[in-house]
C-alpha cells in the first residue's frame, strides 16, 4: 500500500507561482510512474502532468506546457509540479497518482493505482 501526501496548495493572484509537492511512502517510489491532475468544482478529474520512474520522459496536458514542471526527488520519495504564470482557470485540487507501471505518462485516471487526498489551488484574478 502506498500513501501520498500532497501539500504545497494555496490562494495566489493570477501570473503568480506555486510548488505543490507530493510525498510517498509505503511503497518503493523510485519504481513508479507518478502523476498530478486536477479537478475543479463541476468538472471531471483532468490529467495535468506525468513522469515515467527514471525522469526521463514527461508530458503535459496543452494548456499547462511552458508554464508547469513536473519533477521527483527519487532520493526523497517526492514528486514536485513547479506552476509559474498561474491562472484563474488553473484554480483546482490538485492531486498526486502512483502508476506501478513505472515507464508510463499516462493520461488516463483509471491507469494509476494510487491517490493522494489532493490539495487545494485557488488562482484569483
Known amino acids: 500500500q502506498v500513501q501520498l501526501v500532497e501539500s504545497g496548495g494555496g490562494l495566489v493572484q493570477a501570473g503568480g507561482s506555486l510548488r505543490l509537492s507530493c510525498a510517498a511512502s509505503?511503497?518503493?517510489?523510485?519504481?513508479?510512474?507518478m502523476g498530478w491532475f486536477r479537478q475543479a468544482p463541476g468538472k471531471e478529474r483532468e490529467f495535468v502532468a506525468a513522469m515515467t520512474r527514471n525522469g526521463g520522459r514527461t508530458d503535459y496536458t496543452a494548456s499547462v506546457k511552458g508554464r508547469f514542471t513536473i519533477s521527483r526527488d527519487n532520493a526523497k520519495n517526492t514528486v514536485y509540479l513547479q506552476m509559474n504564470s498561474l491562472k484563474p482557470e488553473d484554480t483546482a485540487v490538485y492531486y498526486c497518482a502512483v502508476a506501478r507501471t513505472g515507464w508510463t505518462t499516462s493520461t488516463r485516471s483509471y491507469e494509476y493505482d494510487y491517490w493522494g487526498q489532493g490539495t487545494q489551488v485557488t488562482v484569483s484574478s
Open positions: 509505503g511503497g518503493t517510489f523510485s519504481s513508479y510512474g
